[in-house]
């Protein structure tokens, strides 16, 4: 399971979105990049689409989840 607290990328907020995890300054929850990726889209599309999130969020996302399957 991904550590998400070790991503300065993102950020937990009791009653917000839940309390899902989303990318910080915003109310975008991360599993939405995710979710956007599996069904085709890309990186600059999903940036495109969800303006509030930036390249360098969405990158930091990505290399964590690749480093905690890495370590898997």
Known sequence: M???N???A???VAGRVSGAW???GTRI???ALFENLE???TVD???QWFP???KEQALAVLEHAEKSLAAA
Request: hydrophobic residues 40%.
């Open 2 to 4: 991904l550590d998400w």
């Open 6 to 8: 070790e991503c300065s």
């Open 10 to 12: 993102v950020e937990r």
């Open 22 to 24: 989303v990318f910080k």
């Open 29 to 31: 929850p991360v599993r």
């Open 39 to 41: 069904d085709g889209a």
């Open 45 to 47: 599309q999903f940036l």
């Open 52 to 54: 509030g999130v930036t």
